[in-house]
């Protein structure tokens, strides 16, 4: 019954929050393409993995910038472009590489958090938004949708009170 309850909550919640993707958050639908999750998996995966690893270099090398900063733009460049559904794979390793350099990126956090909740990584989902919760806590009810699919639903419960009160607050300001 508790579960149920807290299912309605954060389906309610999610409602309300519309679209984080409003504010240039990435969400994607589940029929996306994530092909490059898990680039280690074959090899047609490994060539594109070092083909999106190569244009990271020329970018940098072009721009004149350190090379997370460049898997960070080719990121946020492949998500704006009208191709995004067919490469959010290319999306996920450069915000992964990205992450590898600076760990506390947060728009990584955020959009790695999103599209690895949809992909059905919970437990990815809920490691990369745990990393974001302090600053960003309008994003707790996408971590309690990770932890309520991943059972932990205490702390699910937790987390959608937490987002109830940060949206009560966005409210009143």
């Not at 004149?64 to 960070?72: E, G, R, S």
């Not at 990369?128 to 994003?139: F, G, I, M, Q, T």
């Not at 702390?155 to 009160?165: G, H, S």
Request: with cysteine; net charge positive.
């Amino acid at each position: 019954m508790m579960q149920v309850r807290l299912a309605c909550l954060l389906l309610i919640m999610g409602a309300v929050l519309g679209g984080v993707a409003a504010r240039g958050d990435l969400i994607f639908p589940a029929e996306y393409d994530f092909s490059l999750l898990h680039p280690e998996l074959d090899s047609p995966r490994q060539d594109a993995a070092r083909t999106a690893q190569s244009n990271a270099t020329n970018y940098a090398r072009e721009h004149q910038v350190p090379l997370p900063v460049a898997h960070f733009r080719l990121a946020s460049q492949i998500a704006n472009s009208s191709q995004a559904a067919q490469r959010v794979g290319e999306i996920v390793f450069h915000l992964r590489q990205s992450l590898k350099a600076n760990y506390k990126v947060v728009p990584c956090h955020i959009a790695l958090g999103q599209i690895l909740l949809v992909a059905g990584d919970l437990s990815g989902a809920e490691r990369h938004l745990l990393a974001v919760r302090e600053s960003r806590p309008d994003l707790r009810l996408l971590l309690a949708r990770a932890r309520l699919g991943l059972g932990k639903t205490k702390e699910a419960r937790v987390d959608a009170e937490a987002a109830k009160d940060s949206l009560w607050t966005q409210m009143q300001t």
